[in-house]
């Protein structure tokens, strides 16, 4: 029974920062496609950042410059370091893993990934 844990949520005026966390076990995230997803009220679930079974990771435009995705392989946990917050950027947040179909429209989208987070609140003020 694979599990995605989600931490690091919280309120946080604009400007500061946040870390997220997302746990898996028993499950890899080495070789495996994932990502951050985020959705507001009344918004679709939109993409933070997906990283391929590669490694190779793409942000979200919103996302860019801004955000940064890190894997920590001996804690298979993966990070989600937000910097420069903004009230836009307030959603429930949460990490997907093993990819089986394409990009969700809502938050989880179970059709489009096999695991998801419980997700986790992020208010900016």
């Known amino acids: 029974h694979v599990q995605l844990v989600e931490s690091g949520g919280g309120s946080v005026q604009t400007g500061g920062s946040l870390r997220l966390s997302c746990t898996a076990s028993?499950?890899?995230?080495?070789?495996?496609?994932m990502g951050w997803y985020r959705q507001a009220p009344r918004n679709e679930c939109e993409r933070v950042s997906t990283?391929?079974?590669?490694?190779?990771?793409h942000y979200g435009d919103a996302a860019k410059g801004r955000f940064t995705r890190s894997l920590d392989k001996a804690k298979n946990t993966v990070y989600l370091q937000m910097n420069s917050l903004k009230p836009e950027d307030t959603a429930v947040y949460y990490c997907?893993?093993?990819?089986?179909?394409?990009?969700?429209?809502?938050?989880?989208?179970?059709?489009?990934?096999?695991?998801w987070g419980q997700g986790t609140q992020v208010t900016v003020s």
């Open positions: 997907a893993a093993s990819l089986i179909g394409s990009i969700p429209t809502v938050c989880p989208d179970w059709d489009q990934y096999n695991y």
């Open positions: 990283t391929d079974m590669f490694g190779r990771t």
């Open positions: 028993p499950f890899s995230f080495t070789n495996t496609d």
